[in-house]
């Protein structure tokens, strides 16, 4: 049974459909890996799926539980959304941490505010996240104190906190210098051991590669092809996506 | 007429720049803050009779805006002003507001979305993430400009002397009719004292909120 379906998504910008009709599903415990050129809508489909952005077509379950449905997200209350978008955790690209936090009340702050556990459980939690994204000295540190790989690994930690179903990765590693891409991608590995079902948007093709169950390769708002990543890597299909990884690849 | 005599009777006077900087205080904060959500918010009616407001008030001398307080309620409504510190407080607070809404306005639209995205997908609400995400990242970014007008509201306190408020000004004034011109220019002291305070006050603000950057 899948943990994740996505049916049909539409989304425009006013006059620019940005999604033209997306559909994929993820099973438990896997791996996706979204590539894809600048401007072909991977962000927005991760803002989609957190309801950040309201597709105004198509259907998402979570757990065979329907909680997005295009037609009536009109009907949708705030609290309701803010119950449904917990399914799903978000990594931004520039992380977003809270400047004001420490590291430590950065994780807590959501989980206290939610009150999903008494707040000696929450700390708890929080420690074993800090240690397990690699940070248990930097606990009471502030975000202006970090590199931006720590940065991200605390946001990480973040949303890992409220034990979404799906996590998902918007260019994690974007933003960062080069010698600090490593440690977040590690960390990223490390949770699939873990059992977290992830999607991550990439343009690191040696982690979509070694890393994934799945790869999907949007091109101008549709999923131009998809598959294992032996099947995407190895041997595309699309024109586009062989001009993409020759072009990917040239860079290195 | 003693130094200390005349020192003790511009205090008297000097009180009453306190008093109407205190009140104004006291009422322009959190009355800015609703002119600032009136001037952000989606519903545009509001927004453009807020924003003309501010506009006015902000394009127009405040001395002429305590002649208009002081006496329209006389002329138009036939009820005159009673108190000429109320007066100059009604003034004062309108006037004040406006501009730290302003303030208010630029801090809160200089926080970047993302902050606000964050919240949302953690699950937090609206008004969870105003007051424990945003509102302390703006406290930061508008304690320099909130200083500044701060210390131009102890200076403009004397133009209450334009409706007969018996502050500082007026009453060395009363020393200077007499002949005695040195009392107006010590006035300049008291002035300088409370400003030299809350600068160091301030400063102390900024510090506190130093141990972040954002
Ligand atoms: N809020 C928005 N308003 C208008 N256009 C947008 C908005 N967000 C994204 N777009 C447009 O949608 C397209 C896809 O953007 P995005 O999802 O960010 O792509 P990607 O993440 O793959 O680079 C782009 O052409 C972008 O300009
Ligand atoms: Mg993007």
Not at chain 1, 79 to 108: A, C, D, W
Not at chain 1, 210 to 224: C, P, R, T, Y
């Amino acid at each position: 049974m899948s943990v994740l379906e996505v049916k049909n998504i539409k989304k425009s910008f006013g006059k620019t459909e940005v999604l033209k009709n997306i559909s994929f599903s993820l099973e438990k415990g896997e791996v996706l890996s979204i590539i894809g050129s600048s401007g072909s809508g991977k962000t927005t489909l991760l803002r989609c799926l957190n309801f950040l952005e309201f597709a105004e077509e198509g259907i998402i379950t979570v757990n065979s539980e329907k909680i997005y449905d295009g037609k009536l997200n009109k009907k949708m209350k705030e609290s309701e959304i803010r119950t449904k978008r917990l399914h799903f955790g978000l990594v931004f690209q520039n992380f977003n941490l809270f400047p004001q936090y420490t590291v430590l009340k950065n994780i807590m702050l959501a989980p206290s505010l939610l009150k999903i556990a008494s707040e000696k459980e929450i700390e708890e939690n929080a420690k074993k996240l800090i240690e397990r994204v690699g940070l248990n000295d930097k606990t009471d540190s502030y975000p202006c104190e970090l590199s931006g790989g720590q940065q991200q690994r605390v946001a990480i930690a973040r949303a890992l906190a409220l034990n979404p179903d799906i996590l998902c990765f918007d260019e994690p590693t974007s933003a960062l210098d080069p010698e600090l891409t490593g440690e977040v991608l590690k960390v990223i590995k490390g949770l699939k051991t873990g059992d977290s079902t992830m999607i991550v948007v990439t343009h690191e093709m040696g982690f979509a590669r070694e890393v994934s169950d799945k790869v999907i390769f949007m091109a101008d708002g549709i999923i131009e092809e998809e598959g294992t990543p032996e099947q995407v890597f190895g041997n595309p299909k699309s024109e586009k996506m062989k001009a993409f990884l020759s072009k990917s690849f040239e860079n290195i | 007429m003693s130094f200390n005599q005349i020192t003790a009777a511009l205090f008297e006077g000097f009180f009453q720049n306190c008093e109407l900087f205190a009140l104004t205080l006291l009422f322009a904060i959190p009355l800015g803050l609703i002119v600032a959500f009136g001037s952000m918010t989606k519903i545009k009616p509001i927004k453009y009779i807020v924003r003309a407001i501010v506009w006015i008030i902000r394009g127009t001398p405040l001395m002429l805006q305590l002649f208009v307080v002081f006496y329209v309620p006389g002329l138009l409504f036939d009820k005159p002003m009673k108190s000429r510190m109320l007066a100059a407080v009604i003034a004062f607070v309108i006037n004040y507001a406006c501009y730290f809404s302003e303030i208010y306005r630029g801090g809160i639209e200089s926080i970047p979305k993302g902050q606000y995205e964050a919240g949302h997908v953690l699950g937090m609400n609206r008004k969870q993430i105003f007051f424990k995400v945003i509102l302390l990242q703006v406290v930061k970014r508008i304690v320099p400009p909130m200083s500044n007008e701060i210390i131009t509201l102890v200076k403009d306190t004397s133009l209450a002397r334009i409706i007969a408020v018996a502050e500082i000004l007026m009453a060395a004034e009363r020393f200077a009719g007499r002949g005695l011109i040195w009392p107006l220019f010590y006035t300049g002291i008291y002035f300088l004292i409370f400003n030299g305070v809350l600068t160091v006050l301030f400063g102390r603000v900024e510090k506190k909120l130093d141990y972040f950057r954002s």
